[in-house]
């Protein structure tokens, strides 16, 4: 908005029915000027899967961010989001949106990174624009959409089907909102272990004795909180590896995202001096 860097701070004012952003060392009303580059970048953009903001400010906070009474209010009255923030969550509501400080927390970043990398994957699908690309991202994501939703995913095989026979196009379109609702909240705890037990049913007649126990130990410390996700999956996709399983290893629920992004540290990242 051609502040200067540094600049002086900024804040919210008013309520989340009409929000302003007000500079209160220059008492320069900033809400015209945000909306104006608001609306000139959010439409400049390609195509995006998802947003990082910054968490608590007063032009990007998604959920933290301090809402005053007034410019010289020395207490604040509420907390939402910022100007861009509830822009961006206006025009695409069901796109990957956190701030960095809430991808500091595993869970929080696995659901982050799966769903962004999960409609970036979608999005190509659009770009082929043939039935035949649709099926195989449903089959590759069966394990993956199920642990999210079960419901959900059971809609999205019915849209699949196309009982209707409707266009393509609609078709697509159609998948595309329900994919989006799917992935719309971070799936239930047990869910994953159900998907991680019918993994390893899959796999039973190949596993030895001993080889199934291991795996059975792990899920059932996964269960009941004593290790993360991330050791049963690694421990079940080199069985998987090691037979060859070949429905299990095409699945993305055991690599949603990028392997180099599985440890990625975003301590650092937002810790980081200027």
Known sequence: M????????LRVAGDNRKLSLIQPATKID????????????????????????????????????????GADSTCFQDAGSGLFAAEVLARFPHLAVED??????????????????????????????????LGVFHSRDELLLSAYNRTLFNRLCRILDNCEKKPLSELLADYREMLSKTLARAPRHNSFGRILRYSLNLLSEKLSAKEKALIEREIGKYDSGLIPLLTPLTILKSFIAR???????????????PEELTELDFTEFYNRKP
């Open 2 to 9: 051609g502040l200067g860097v540094p600049r002086e701070p």
């Open 30 to 69: 900033l809400t015209a000027p945000m909306h104006s580059f608001c609306s000139s970048y959010l439409a400049s953009l390609p195509e995006p899967d998802g947003f990082i903001l910054k968490s608590k400010s007063p032009s990007c906070g998604i959920r933290d961010v301090k809402q005053y009474a």
């Open 100 to 133: 960095e400080a809430r991808l500091a927390d595993v869970k929080v970043r696995r659901h982050f990174l799966t769903k962004l990398f999960t409609l970036a994957r979608y999005r190509e699908v659009k770009r082929t624009g043939t039935l035949e690309a």
């Open 243 to 257: 037979y060859d399983e070949g429905f299990l290893m095409k699945q993305s629920f055991f690599t949603p995202y």
